[in-house]
Protein backbone atom coordinates (compact mmCIF):
# COMPACT_ATOMS: atom_id res chain seq x y z
CA UNK A 1 0.00 0.00 0.00
CA UNK A 2 0.91 3.51 -0.94
CA UNK A 3 -0.36 6.62 1.53
CA UNK A 4 -0.10 10.09 -0.19
CA UNK A 5 -0.05 13.38 1.19
CA UNK A 6 -0.82 16.62 -0.27
CA UNK A 7 0.16 19.84 0.49
CA UNK A 8 0.13 23.59 -0.88
CA UNK A 9 -3.22 24.76 -2.36
CA UNK A 10 -4.93 28.19 -1.55
CA UNK A 11 -6.18 31.28 -3.05
CA UNK A 12 -4.55 32.98 -5.58
CA UNK A 13 -4.90 36.02 -8.21
CA UNK A 14 -4.82 34.99 -12.50
CA UNK A 15 -1.26 35.34 -13.06
CA UNK A 16 0.07 34.44 -9.91
CA UNK A 17 1.97 31.41 -9.23
CA UNK A 18 1.17 28.25 -6.48
CA UNK A 19 3.38 25.01 -5.46
CA UNK A 20 1.56 21.57 -4.41
CA UNK A 21 3.74 19.11 -3.01
CA UNK A 22 3.04 15.16 -2.50
CA UNK A 23 4.65 12.97 0.08
CA UNK A 24 4.48 9.27 -0.88
CA UNK A 25 4.64 6.72 2.01
CA UNK A 26 4.50 2.95 2.36
CA UNK A 27 5.04 0.90 -0.38
CA UNK A 28 7.23 3.44 -2.27
CA UNK A 29 9.11 0.71 -4.01
CA UNK A 30 6.44 -0.34 -6.04
CA UNK A 31 5.43 3.16 -7.62
CA UNK A 32 6.15 3.61 -11.05
CA UNK A 33 4.67 7.29 -12.07
CA UNK A 34 3.69 10.29 -10.07
CA UNK A 35 1.06 12.30 -11.46
CA UNK A 36 -1.12 15.11 -10.87
CA UNK A 37 -4.86 15.48 -11.70
CA UNK A 38 -7.19 17.92 -11.29
CA UNK A 39 -11.72 18.25 -10.98
CA UNK A 40 -12.62 21.60 -11.31
CA UNK A 41 -16.05 22.78 -10.04
CA UNK A 42 -18.97 20.31 -12.21
CA UNK A 43 -16.85 18.02 -14.33
CA UNK A 44 -14.95 15.03 -14.01
CA UNK A 45 -11.11 14.45 -13.09
CA UNK A 46 -8.50 15.46 -15.62
CA UNK A 47 -4.73 15.04 -15.80
CA UNK A 48 -2.57 17.64 -15.31
CA UNK A 49 1.28 16.55 -15.51
CA UNK A 50 3.12 12.92 -14.92
CA UNK A 51 6.97 12.04 -13.84
CA UNK A 52 8.37 8.52 -13.40
CA UNK A 53 9.15 8.03 -9.77
CA UNK A 54 12.63 6.87 -11.74
CA UNK A 55 14.32 8.60 -14.86
CA UNK A 56 13.63 12.19 -15.73
CA UNK A 57 10.41 11.27 -18.07
CA UNK A 58 7.69 13.89 -17.64
CA UNK A 59 4.38 14.07 -19.40
CA UNK A 60 1.45 17.61 -19.39
CA UNK A 61 -1.61 17.89 -20.26
CA UNK A 62 -2.01 20.84 -23.46
CA UNK A 63 -3.58 22.65 -20.99
CA UNK A 64 -0.93 23.46 -18.75
CA UNK A 65 2.09 23.52 -20.81
CA UNK A 66 4.63 26.15 -20.61
CA UNK A 67 2.79 26.74 -17.14
CA UNK A 68 3.60 24.23 -15.17
CA UNK A 69 6.57 22.04 -14.17
CA UNK A 70 6.53 18.79 -12.46
CA UNK A 71 9.41 17.54 -10.72
CA UNK A 72 11.07 14.86 -7.91
CA UNK A 73 13.14 15.09 -4.90
CA UNK A 74 13.82 11.10 -4.22
CA UNK A 75 15.81 12.02 -1.32
CA UNK A 76 12.75 13.59 0.39
CA UNK A 77 10.26 11.29 -1.25
CA UNK A 78 8.64 14.31 -2.54
CA UNK A 79 6.49 15.27 -6.04
CA UNK A 80 6.14 18.95 -6.79
CA UNK A 81 3.93 20.97 -8.95
CA UNK A 82 4.59 24.29 -9.60
CA UNK A 83 2.04 26.22 -10.89
CA UNK A 84 2.77 29.88 -12.64
CA UNK A 85 0.83 32.21 -14.50
CA UNK A 86 -2.52 30.83 -13.12
CA UNK A 87 -5.47 31.36 -14.46
CA UNK A 88 -8.97 31.45 -13.74
CA UNK A 89 -10.12 27.84 -15.42
CA UNK A 90 -7.19 26.55 -13.20
CA UNK A 91 -9.48 26.47 -9.90
CA UNK A 92 -9.79 22.44 -9.42
CA UNK A 93 -9.12 20.16 -6.47
CA UNK A 94 -5.91 18.74 -7.05
CA UNK A 95 -4.74 15.45 -6.37
CA UNK A 96 -1.66 13.35 -6.28
CA UNK A 97 -1.71 9.66 -7.91
CA UNK A 98 0.93 7.15 -8.23
CA UNK A 99 1.22 3.94 -10.14
CA UNK A 100 2.19 0.34 -9.70
CA UNK A 101 2.03 -0.29 -13.08
CA UNK A 102 4.02 0.98 -16.41
CA UNK A 103 2.43 2.87 -19.57
CA UNK A 104 4.10 4.10 -22.24
CA UNK A 105 1.52 7.25 -21.89
CA UNK A 106 0.28 8.05 -18.32
CA UNK A 107 -2.42 10.11 -18.39
CA UNK A 108 -5.91 8.60 -17.77
CA UNK A 109 -7.22 8.14 -14.32
CA UNK A 110 -7.58 4.20 -15.00
CA UNK A 111 -3.55 3.93 -15.12
CA UNK A 112 -3.42 5.19 -11.11
CA UNK A 113 -3.81 2.71 -8.30
CA UNK A 114 -3.07 5.41 -5.50
CA UNK A 115 -4.99 8.56 -4.69
CA UNK A 116 -4.44 11.69 -2.27
CA UNK A 117 -7.17 13.29 -0.49
CA UNK A 118 -7.04 16.02 -3.12
CA UNK A 119 -6.28 19.95 -1.92
CA UNK A 120 -8.00 23.07 -3.99
CA UNK A 121 -6.66 25.72 -5.97
CA UNK A 122 -8.59 28.85 -6.45
CA UNK A 123 -7.68 31.55 -9.07
CA UNK A 124 -9.44 34.97 -8.54
CA UNK A 125 -10.01 36.72 -11.72
Known amino acids: QVQLVESGGGLVQAGGSLSLSCAPSGHTFSIYTMAWFRQPPGKEREFVAA????????YYADSVKGRFTVSRDNAKNTVYLQMNSLKPEDTAVYYCAASRDYYSTPIFVRHYDYWGQGTQVTVSS
Open 51 to 58: IRWTGTNT
